[in-house]
């Protein structure tokens, strides 16, 4: 466990962790390949625009509060510390005692638990190779997501079958695809609950010899 002081920063969209401090944590087995996400690109205070690499951080604890799968931004090395609503979001109510200078955390609020169970199929369209069609069949335990995952192309292009694991907070969805014939290369995959019966996002294949990305839209059956 790595004990670090954090910013508390209300208007930063992720947790911001400094890169000398990723490396730190990729060399110690905390990150592991499969936990990076695609970049995304966020809005500065001063109106510029910055493209940070990201990734899942599995457990983060504040006081004896965890909180699992904190999505965070690699920031260069003299940035900040940073806790952002990516964290505060998960938190519940809190508030700030400004006489003793703390995060008050509140209980957590009891959530239904939104199910995305079923068998989705639709489409995709992948970077240098075109449309295609994605079919999924996911199940789910509390918030967390497996099942298995095949992407189809246009034109006798060989597409993709593997699994797929991850997490859900009942909007977002974030899993890592495993290959069954390139287990080396995870894919990424972020999506958004956009209906009852709905999920679009993109992935994107990082840290292999070729660098892929897509977006899908697919619906339950």
């Given at each position: 466990?790595?004990?670090?002081?954090?910013?508390?920063?209300?208007?930063?969209?992720?947790?911001?962790?400094?890169?000398?401090?990723?490396?730190?944590?990729?060399?110690?087995?905390?990150?592991?390949?499969?936990?990076?996400?695609?970049?995304?690109?966020?809005?500065?205070?001063?109106?510029?625009?910055?493209?940070?690499?990201?990734?899942?951080?599995?457990?983060?604890?504040?006081?004896?509060?965890?909180?699992?799968?904190?999505?965070?931004?690699v920031g260069?090395?003299a940035?900040?510390?940073?806790?952002g609503?990516?964290?505060?979001?998960?938190?519940?109510?809190?508030?700030?005692?400004?006489?003793?200078?703390?995060?008050?955390?509140?209980?957590l609020?009891?959530?239904?638990?939104?199910?995305?169970v079923g068998?989705?199929?639709?489409?995709?369209?992948?970077?240098?190779?075109?449309?295609?069609?994605?079919?999924?069949?996911l199940?789910?335990?509390?918030?967390?997501?497996?099942?298995?995952?095949?992407?189809?192309?246009?034109h006798?292009?060989?597409?993709?079958?593997?699994?797929v694991?991850?997490?859900?907070?009942g909007?977002?969805?974030?899993?890592t695809?495993?290959?069954?014939?390139?287990?080396?290369?995870p894919?990424?995959l972020?999506?958004?609950?956009?209906?009852?019966?709905?999920?679009?996002?993109t992935?994107?294949?990082?840290?292999c010899?070729?660098?892929?990305?897509?977006?899908?839209?697919?619906?339950r059956?």
């Open positions: 466990m790595l004990t670090l002081n954090f910013i508390l920063d209300s208007g930063a969209a992720d947790v911001n962790i400094p890169a000398d401090v990723v490396i730190t944590l990729v060399r110690a087995g905390t990150i592991k390949e499969a936990d990076f996400l695609p970049g995304k690109t966020y809005v500065l205070a001063d109106g510029s625009a910055l493209k940070s690499p990201r990734f899942l951080l599995r457990s983060l604890k504040i006081g004896r509060r965890h909180i699992p799968n904190v999505p965070a931004s260069n090395l940035s900040d510390l940073l806790l609503q990516s964290l505060l979001e998960k938190l519940g109510t809190w508030s700030m005692d400004s006489q003793r200078r703390v995060l008050v955390l509140g209980p609020a009891t959530q239904t638990v939104v199910s995305i068998n989705y199929t639709g489409t995709l369209w992948e970077s240098g190779t075109g449309p295609g069609t994605m079919q999924a069949s199940v789910q335990n509390g918030t967390t997501i497996a099942g298995t995952l095949q992407s189809t192309f246009q006798g292009r060989p597409g993709a079958s593997g699994t694991a991850g997490t859900f907070d909007h977002a969805l974030t899993l695809f495993t290959s069954s014939t390139l287990p080396t290369c894919i990424h972020t999506a958004t609950r956009v209906s009852e019966t709905r999920l679009t996002g992935y994107a294949v990082l840290h010899p070729v660098a892929v990305s897509g977006r899908f839209d697919i619906n059956q």
